[in-house]
Structures are given as structure tokens and as C-alpha cells.
């Protein structure tokens, strides 16, 4: 694949139609972007982008698998450092034991060769199936090639069978997944500088929040807040995804409900929901709020709430098994009659993920996963309850911290309040202009 695509700018790779002597060259299917600009400054180093992809390789001997296409988001954008934008079009990074290679198309101009951590190559719109012409360009002698059996449609696997019908195909998203759940030093510094900025957004949200207001603009001054400071930290990245969910009211009564034109009104209660995103990674930081003031069992409830979070951070340690830490908050809830009320998983693991990709589904602090925690995990502890509108106390509360799990325990990494001491918002109607 080397050498492949050092063609000048814009050049346009050609192959003869040879159906008929001196045919005309049939339209073009794949074009060099190389030397549009420069390689981007990668957000990590090249020894944490090696890093992942001898993991990765490791994986692949030991499976005699001769390569690897990945087709996610979360995995082009973790042994990539590309984040792609789909529009209805296939994007691909391949691996083999030698050479990575993007694979992109050609809407997105040089911008996939600048960031991608190795080759890329480029396909057109001109004919349908260009994208698999531009697999066959450095598929090679590969006879068994990993596919995400968790991310691929049934007329994505077809095709790739038709198109390469040598091809064995194998799964080869569990394991990096599972590559995915250990942090390195530079992942973690990353993510808690990126929390950092989540908190940033969380008082931003306070700073927003009155009577009156409505949810849009709180969760846009949020959002531009921590946008500006990415842009600080991250001068030479791309700014795009960070987001902020503020749910006031019976919008409250779930997580991911979003952002509405409502206004807060006295005595509402309130969720902030802050979600820096820098080069695929996300960050989290929820808080449950209040306008003004809340009532006897609003503040028991939610105090309960706090406690469940609280015990959960402490149980966040090496050895520990995500499964009996669920149970162990369950039987909390249930103490207090509360655990039918429960809305989710306690926390999840973090990383390369979105609100629209990716998930660490094997780190998940629920019932049904007998993961382990480890040293190098990046964990939230997230406990929320949701009561039904009409009943006492009624709304979702939910509290949400990132810790990273080390070798005697664990590092809390989120440094915003929560709790009715910090978070009952005595705010004013002037408060955004």
C-alpha cells in the first residue's frame, strides 16, 4: 500500500476499461488527496497510536486473521484518530499486519488523509460500488479479514461476500473492544482534562439557570462555554459534537430527553447534562437542580439519591465485579421502596463513544455483566430514579461522576458539587440575555 496514492494533488487514479482495444478510460473511482495540506498534529502521540495498533495486531496472530476492517465510528476513530461524517456514504479503516489504511469518500476532500494516523485512500461517487474497488487496492493476499459483527448490516456482510469471495470473514469487535476498556496514561489525561471542561459547562449551567428562562438557552451558553474552552486546550483539534441536555420539570424523567423550549418555573426540579466531546472522546457530567426551592420530599428523595452515588464511588475498586455492585445499590433502593423506580445501569466505561456511536459494552455496572474492574478503567458511577408525574417528589434525579479505577482504588476525576447544599438555584430571569 505504500507509495499508492503519492500521486499530485487532486490526481485522479485511473484503470484501463479493457473490454475493447483503445477504449476510452472508463470515469474515475479513485482519487489522491495526499499533499492537500499537511498531516494534522494527531491528538495523541505516535507511540499511543502504535501502541493501539500492536494491540490490535497482537489480537489478529493470535486469530490468524490477516487483516481487519473496521467500519465504526468508535474504532476508525481509535486506531485512526479520524472521526468520519457518514451522509449515507461506507468508510473504513483497514489494518493488516503491515500498513492502516483509511478508506473515505471523496466529498470529504484531503481532510481524511490529513488525519489519519497512516494511509488513505480515497473513493468516488461515479459508480456504486467504488468503495469496494478501493478494499480490493490493498486487501492483497487476505483470506481472513475481521469485520464489527456489532456494527455491520446484513447488506453490508452480503456484499462484502459477493465482492470478495476467497474472503473468510470474522468477528473482530469483541476483542478490541475489550483492547478499548484499558486506558492508557495518555487516554486518562485526556479525559480528565476533558472533565475538567465538563464542569466548566455544569457551572455555566447554573450561571444560566432562573425562572423563567428556557431550556435552550441555558444548554446553549453551557455549550458554548465549553466549546470556547476546547478550542483553548485543543487549539489544533477539530470542534465538533460537545452538546448540553437541560431538562427542567417533567422533562426531567429521562436521561436522554432533550433539550426543549420550556421554561424553568419556580420549584421545578432540574437535570444538567454537560457532554464535552474532543476527537471522539466523551465526557459526562449530570446533576440534578432545583429552581428557587424544593419541597420535604423532593429534598428526601434526592438526598437519597446522593447517597446511592456516594456508595457507589466507594465501590468502584480493582477486583470488584460490576454485576455485585449493582446489587449491592439495588438493595439500597429497595431498603427505601424505591428500586422499581430505578431507570438504568449504575455507570458505564468511557472513552472512544456518543450519544449516536460506540458503546464499551462489556464495562457496564448492571445485573447482567461480570466484568471485573481493573486498573486503567474509566468508569461513571450514575445511580438515577424517576418518579412518576403525580406522585410526591415526582421527577428523575440522577447524579453522575467519572473515576479512574488504580491499582488501591480509585481517582475522581469530576469536581462539580451535587446535592441540595450546592444546588438549589436561587437565580434571576436576567440571567441570559
Known amino acids: ?15 484501463k476499461d479493457n473490454a475493447t482495444e483503445g477504449a476510452m478510460t472508463e470515469r474515475e473511482r479513485l482519487q489522491s488527496f495526499v499533499g492537500n495540506g499537511s498531516k494534522a498534529k494527531n491528538t495523541f502521540s ?27 465510528y468508535h474504532n476508525i476513530n481509535y486506531y485512526a484518530d479520524f472521526i468520519y461524517c457518514q451522509f449515507g456514504r461506507r468508510y473504513g479503516f483497514f489494518v493488516d499486519h503491515d500498513n492502516a489504511t483509511s478508506i473515505s469518500a471523496g466529498i470529504d476532500g484531503a481532510q481524511p488523509w490529513r488525519r489519519t494516523f497512516g494511509d ?4 468516488t461517487d461515479w459508480k456504486k460500488d467504488n468503495y469496494f474497488h478501493a478494499i480490493r487496492q490493498i486487501v492483497g493476499a487476505a483470506r481472513r479479514v475481521g469485520i464489527e459483527f456489532d456494527h455491520v448490516n446484513i447488506d453490508l456482510v452480503n456484499l462484502l461476500k459477493s465482492e ?3 474472503v473468510e470473514f470474522v468477528d473482530v469487535a469483541a476483542p478490541a473492544m475489550r483492547l478499548r476498556m484499558i486506558k492508557s496514561s495518555e487516554e486518562i489525561a485526556h479525559i480528565t482534562e476533558m472533565a475538567r471542561i465538563a464542569d466548566l459547562g455544569g457551572a455555566a449551567c447554573v450561571e444560566a439557570t432562573a425562572v423563567g428562562v ?3 438557552e441555558v444548554a446553549l451558553h453551557s455549550t458554548a462555554t465549553m466549546v470556547r474552552e476546547i478550542a483553548k486546550s485543543w487549539p489544533e483539534g477539530e470542534l465538533l459534537d460537545t452538546w448540553t441536555w437541560f431538562q427542567s420539570g417533567i422533562n426531567t424523567d429521562g436521561a436522554h430527553n432533550p433539550v426543549t423550549t420550556r421554561k424553568i418555573q419556580r420549584g421545578d426540579i432540574l437535570s444538567l447534562n454537560c457532554f464535552p466531546m474532543v476527537a471522539g472522546y466523551y465526557v459526562a457530567l449530570e446533576r440534578t437542580l432545583f429552581a428557587e426551592e424544593a419541597n420535604d420530599e423532593h429534598i428526601r428523595l434526592w438526598e437519597f439519591n446522593c447517597k446511592v452515588h456516594d456508595r457507589g464511588k466507594e465501590l468502584l475498586v480493582p477486583g470488584a465485579r460490576c454485576s455485585d455492585i449493582a446489587a449491592e445499590l439495588n438493595e439500597m433502593y429497595a431498603s427505601e421502596n424505591l428500586l422499581q423506580y430505578r431507570s438504568f445501569g449504575y455507570g458505564h466505561s468511557f472513552g472512544v463513544l456518543s450519544h449516536y456511536y460506540g458503546r464499551e459494552a462489556g464495562l457496564e455496572l448492571r445485573e447482567d455483566c461480570e466484568t471485573v474492574l481493573e486498573p486503567g478503567m474509566v468508569v461513571s458511577m450514575e445511580p438515577m430514579i424517576t418518579i412518576p408525574e403525580g406522585m410526591a417528589g415526582s421527577g428523575g434525579y440522577r447524579e ?10 480509585n481517582r475522581n476525576i469530576t469536581g462539580f458539587p451535587y446535592g441540595p447544599e450546592h444546588l438549589i438555584v436561587k437565580g434571576h430571569a436576567t440571567a441570559v440575555a
Request: proline share 3%; charged share 25%; aromatic share 6%.
Open 214 to 216: 428556557p431550556e435552550h
Open 1 to 15: 500500500m505504500k507509495g499508492l496514492l503519492t500521486q499530485v494533488t487532486f490526481s485522479l487514479i485511473v484503470r
Open 120 to 123: 488513505n485512500l480515497t473513493y
Open 400 to 409: 453522575h461522576d467519572i473515576l479512574v479505577i488504580e491499582d488501591k482504588g
Open 164 to 166: 470478495f469471495p476467497g
Open 46 to 72: 505516535v507511540a499511543e497510536m502504535q501502541r493501539r495498533l500492536d494491540g490490535i495486531r497482537k489480537h489478529m496472530a493470535d486469530a490468524s486473521v490477516d487483516a481487519a476492517l473496521f467500519t465504526s
